[in-house]
C-alpha cells in the first residue's frame, strides 16, 4: 500500500513535516510512505494554464496523486485556514472536477500547532474542500495535535507516546479506507 504523504509547511523545522516522517515509523505493515516535496514548485493555480500540456510540476503532483493507493495530509494553520500553498496543490490536483486524481482517493488529514487547538479549524476547511472533490475522507479518528512543540525532540523525532498511538490509529484507518477503495462492487441483483 503506497501512500502518499503532503505537508503543508515550507519550512525546514516544520512540525508538521515532522509528524508526517513520524507516520512512516509507526505504519502498519505494508503500508510505505512517501514524502512528497514539490509544493514549491507549483506555480500559482491558473484555470488558462489548465490544459492538456499543464505545467510539469503540476503533471508530476498528478501522476503521483494518481499512483498512489491514498494521500496522508499534515497540515499547518494559517490565520484559521489552510495554507495558501497547500490549498493550491489541492486545487490544482482537483481538475478536471469529474476525473481528477483525487476523484474516490483516500485522504487522511491531521495537523500540528504549538498553540492549543491543533489546526482543527483548518482541518475542518480542508475536509469542506474534500466534499466537493468528492475523495474517500477519514473522519475518525482525528489527530489534532496541540502543543506541538513539547512532542518532538531537536533532532525532530516525535517522542510523544500518545501521539504515536494515535498516528498508527490514524494509518490503520486509512488503510481500511484503501482496502474499501479496492474492493470489487458487488453485482447488482438481478
Ligand atoms: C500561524 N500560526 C497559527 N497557529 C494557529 O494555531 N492558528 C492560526 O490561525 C495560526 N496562524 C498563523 C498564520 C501564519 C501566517 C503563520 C506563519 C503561523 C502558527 C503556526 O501554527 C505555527 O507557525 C506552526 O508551527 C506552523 O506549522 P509548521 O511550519 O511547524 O508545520
Not at 509547511?9 to 502498519?28: I, Y
Not at 497540515?75 to 493550491?88: D, I, S
Not at 500547532?113 to 482525528?142: C, H, M, Y
Amino acid at each position: 500500500m503506497h501512500i502518499l504523504g503532503l505537508s503543508g509547511s515550507l519550512r525546514a523545522g516544520s512540525h508538521n513535516t515532522a509528524l508526517l516522517r513520524a507516520a512512516a515509523s509507526v505504519a502498519p505493515a505494508g503500508m510505505a510512505i512517501e514524502l512528497y516535496d514539490g509544493l514549491r514548485e507549483l506555480p500559482p493555480y491558473d484555470q488558462d494554464l489548465d490544459r492538456e500540456d499543464a505545467p510539469g510540476p503540476v503533471a508530476d503532483l498528478r501522476e503521483r496523486v494518481h499512483a498512489a493507493d491514498g494521500l496522508l495530509i499534515a497540515t499547518p494553520e494559517y490565520n484559521y485556514g489552510v495554507p495558501g500553498v497547500l490549498k493550491n496543490a489541492i486545487d490544482w490536483a482537483s481538475r478536471p472536477s469529474s476525473a481528477s486524481c483525487l476523484l474516490g482517493k483516500p485522504v487522511a488529514i491531521m495537523g500540528a500547532a504549538p498553540g492549543n487547538f491543533g489546526t482543527v479549524r483548518a482541518q475542518l476547511a480542508l475536509r469542506q474542500s474534500f466534499l466537493w472533490i468528492d475523495s474517500r475522507i477519514v473522519t475518525k479518528p482525528e489527530l489534532a495535535l496541540f502543543r506541538s512543540h513539547e512532542r518532538f525532540d531537536a533532532n525532530g523525532e516525535l517522542t510523544d507516546e500518545t501521539t504515536r498511538t494515535m498516528l498508527a490509529r490514524l494509518l490503520d484507518a486509512l488503510a481500511a479506507k484503501v482496502r474499501e477503495a479496492h474492493a470489487p462492487i458487488p453485482a447488482l441483483a438481478a
